[in-house]
């Protein structure tokens, strides 16, 4: 390619798991299912303490606008309503079932039958799906989208975070259900474009991938360097289309859907089966877990659980992490469940955890040659400490993905991101005051 490469850093990969399929963990006891696994508003629960509920049944309704039904993973009985403490910190309705251990399907769970754009759309909008790379959006809306202004649909195959190979054995044991996905995606948003993107760490699902789409029209897999963020939206986007997406524009804006590859296949499974989204594979790893695994886990099951498939721990957990090191979100305790979007539970040892002592900037410039947007994380911090929004604005820093190159490299170990997610949150409320006084002003 002729465009020039974002920049990125290359971490330690430590995909300890890729070569394991993955495995299907018992039956929890209990399985606690937040009504918030998606970016939008909260399904709106249609189910009581007491309700008799199966695999497949539903138990949240899709709220107002941007939203996701929510459904049972497992057969039992409704146990409690409760209240969880989100990954975003506020409270969320959660419904806790206690399984009775029989896995029994729902008896409305039958194939799907798509002939047209509003099938496709119409069954997706019942199938709980939403982004599986971490993201949460609901995946219907994603797709539905005026056929004129797509013309090239990207498959994100990155998986570039360290730790993380769920991604990977979707390539490697569910290739076919990517392909008919990809079939699916193409045939009603009249897409002729298709880039398969996958870093060349992972020749294994290149030569997956490439076999499952020999005979689509249309389609190539993109080996990509082994450079993170690689996985990143707009990243991705611009290394395999040289498009860019500008500030406060969406993929779409740019003729392009970028989408997650599980995504993609709990697409296929979701129309071949009728199964909404009710399980996931996710990734166990960690210096502090005896048996790093794949799992195949009943969404809304404990995280504990997964540790005792995993033969416990070897030592105590410093941290444990929902996704990858870089961009992962702290776990409180092993009680906290397994949402739609989780791809991997990291749990981390005294030494791997624990971080290095900071000392003062030392005005190196690392940070920004980093950036994959080339932003200025030693002026965004001056001008959030000074209290001056107008400046954060002007330095663009609303445009950070918040993806930790800035502090990888850091030689003076210095919480960059955290300052960058805080000064990102002044220019916000800063934005709302704007907008309050002018709608004021004007009457």
Same mark, same amino acid.
């Given at each position: 390619?002729?465009?020039?490469?974002?920049?990125?850093?290359?971490?330690? +990969? !430590?995909?300890?798991?890729?070569?394991?399929?993955?495995?299907?963990?018992?039956?929890?006891?209990?399985?606690?299912?937040?009504?918030?696994? +998606?970016?939008?508003?909260?399904?709106? =629960?249609?189910?009581?303490?007491? /309700?008799?509920?199966?695999?497949?049944?539903?138990?949240?309704?899709?709220?107002?606008?941007?939203?996701?039904?929510?459904?049972?993973?497992?057969?039992?009985?409704?146990?409690?309503?409760?209240?969880?403490?989100?990954?975003?910190?506020? +409270?969320?309705?959660?419904?806790?079932? /206690?399984? /009775?251990?029989?896995?029994?399907?729902?008896?409305?769970?039958? @194939?799907?039958?798509?002939?047209?754009?509003?099938?496709?759309?119409?069954?997706? &909008?019942?199938?709980?799906?939403?982004?599986?790379?971490?993201?949460?959006? @609901?995946?219907?809306?994603?797709?539905?989208?005026?056929?004129?202004?797509?013309?090239?649909?990207?498959?994100?195959?990155?998986?570039?975070?360290?730790?993380?190979?769920?991604?990977?054995?979707?390539?490697?044991?569910?290739? /076919?259900?990517?392909?008919?996905?990809?079939?699916?995606? !193409?045939?009603?948003?009249?897409?002729?474009?298709?880039?398969?993107? %996958?870093? &060349?760490? *992972?020749?294994?699902?290149?030569?997956?991938?490439?076999?499952?789409?020999?005979?689509?029209?249309?389609?190539?897999?993109?080996?990509?360097?082994?450079?993170? #963020?690689?996985?990143?939206?707009?990243?991705?986007?611009? +290394?395999?289309?040289?498009?860019?997406?500008?500030?406060?524009?969406?993929? =779409?804006?740019?003729?392009?859907?970028?989408?997650?590859?599980?995504?993609?296949?709990?697409?296929?499974?979701?129309?071949?089966?009728?199964? #909404?989204?009710?399980? &996931?594979?996710?990734?166990?790893?960690?210096?502090?877990?005896?048996?790093?695994?794949?799992?195949?886990?009943?969404?809304?099951? @404990?995280?504990?659980?997964?540790? &005792?498939?995993?033969?416990?721990?070897?030592?105590?957990?410093?941290?444990?992490?929902?996704?990858?090191?870089?961009?992962?979100?702290?776990? #409180?305790?092993?009680?906290?469940?397994?949402? *739609?979007?989780?791809?991997?539970?990291?749990?981390?040892?005294?030494?791997?955890?624990?971080?290095?002592?900071?000392?003062?900037? %030392?005005? !190196?410039?690392?940070?920004?040659?980093?950036?994959?947007?080339?932003?200025?994380?030693?002026?965004?911090?001056?001008?959030?400490?000074?209290?001056?929004?107008?400046?954060?604005?002007? =330095?663009?820093?609303?445009?950070?993905?918040?993806?930790? !190159?800035?502090?990888?490299?850091?030689?003076?170990?210095?919480?960059?991101?955290?300052?960058?997610?805080?000064?990102?949150?002044?220019?916000?409320?800063?934005?709302? *005051?704007?907008?309050?006084?002018?709608?004021?002003?004007?009457?």
């Amino acid at each position: 390619m002729l465009f020039k490469k974002l920049s990125g850093v290359r971490v330690k +990969h !430590c995909k300890n798991t890729a070569d394991l399929a993955p495995v299907r963990i018992a039956v929890p006891q209990t399985v606690y299912i937040p009504m918030a696994m +998606h970016i939008g508003a909260p399904a709106v =629960l249609s189910v009581k303490v007491g /309700d008799s509920v199966k695999v497949g049944t539903l138990i949240g309704e899709s709220g107002a606008g941007l939203s996701s039904p929510v459904y049972s993973s497992v057969s039992g009985t409704v146990k409690k309503i409760d209240e969880i403490i989100a990954i975003a910190g506020n +409270h969320v309705a959660t419904v806790v079932i /206690d399984s /009775d251990g029989e896995q029994t399907i729902d008896e409305s769970i039958s @194939p799907y039958e798509v002939n047209t754009k509003e099938d496709f759309l119409a069954a997706l &909008k019942k199938s709980g799906i939403v982004g599986l790379g971490g993201a949460g959006f @609901p995946t219907p809306i994603k797709l539905n989208a005026d056929n004129s202004r797509v013309d090239t649909l990207v498959i994100n195959g990155a998986e570039c975070e360290p730790y993380i190979t769920s991604d990977t054995r979707t390539m490697l044991d569910g290739a /076919d259900d990517v392909a008919y996905g990809i079939s699916l995606i !193409c045939k009603f948003l009249e897409i002729d474009n298709v880039i398969i993107g %996958i870093e &060349k760490n *992972k020749p294994q699902c290149i030569s997956a991938m490439r076999k499952a789409t020999e005979d689509m029209a249309g389609v190539r897999v993109m080996p990509l360097p082994s450079v993170y #963020p690689q996985g990143g939206e707009k990243v991705l986007a611009y +290394h395999t289309t040289g498009r860019v997406i500008p500030q406060g524009k969406l993929p =779409l804006d740019v003729g392009i859907i970028v989408i997650n590859c599980t995504t993609v296949a709990a697409i296929a499974k979701f129309i071949r089966t009728g199964m #909404p989204l009710v399980e &996931k594979c996710v990734t166990v790893d960690g210096s502090a877990v005896s048996e790093p695994k794949n799992l195949i886990v009943p969404i809304g099951t @404990p995280v504990g659980e997964l540790i &005792k498939e995993c033969g416990g721990f070897k030592e105590e957990p410093r941290k444990a992490l929902y996704g990858g090191p870089m961009m992962g979100i702290a776990l #409180p305790d092993l009680t906290s469940p397994i949402l *739609k979007q989780t791809n991997a539970v990291i749990f981390m040892g005294e030494k791997e955890a624990t971080p290095p002592p900071v000392t003062p900037c %030392i005005k !190196c410039g690392a940070c920004i040659e980093a950036c994959p947007f080339s932003l200025d994380p030693v002026a965004i911090s001056k001008a959030y400490k000074a209290g001056e929004p107008a400046t954060l604005e002007r =330095l663009k820093v609303d445009i950070c993905m918040e993806c930790g !190159c800035c502090s990888y490299v850091c030689p003076a170990k210095r919480n960059i991101v955290q300052r960058n997610k805080m000064a990102k949150s002044m220019l916000r409320d800063y934005k709302i *005051k704007q907008k309050a006084t002018e709608e004021k002003k004007n009457g």
